[in-house]
């Protein structure tokens, strides 16, 4: 970006924020010659990296997707729809951060995942189905076990929340 004041074209970005609508994003930049600081908006479509694909293809960066893949997964699960925007804004807001010209959709995926391990069970192992394609049924169920695990950890620090039904369907289930 060319400086208002002396027409020098390095800055840095000093600040980022996503406009109302998700369209624009407004950057506070700072000369890096004369120290004057401006205001650029930039369409996010040109700021988002392209999304590279399992078969090498590329395409744009879609929010939209994010946030139908999670949609399928959290059916008539407890999730509003304003935590599952949350998660695809957390993610945009994080890629446009990263500045990266490419990122793969497994990595995409992942973040996902990431979240909806911390919000529901059920919704994380189907998405985790879907989207990571396991090899066999050997890996999902290591995927499942490992899942309880750490739930039984959450679990012990936290008895109150302690489900002993749960638990025994689960130690029956492999
Ligand atoms: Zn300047």
Redesign the pocket.
Known sequence: MK?P??G?IDDKVIDSRLGKDNAVIRRRRE?L??G?RFTTYERIEDILPYVIKKDGSREPFERRKIIEGMRRACEKRPISMDRIEAVADAIQQELMERADKEVSVASIGERVMDALRRMDDIAYVRFASVYRSFRDIDEFIKEIKELYELKETREQRNPQSDSPDEKQGLQNSP
């Open positions: 400086c004041a002396c020098h000369c010659s004369c004057k």
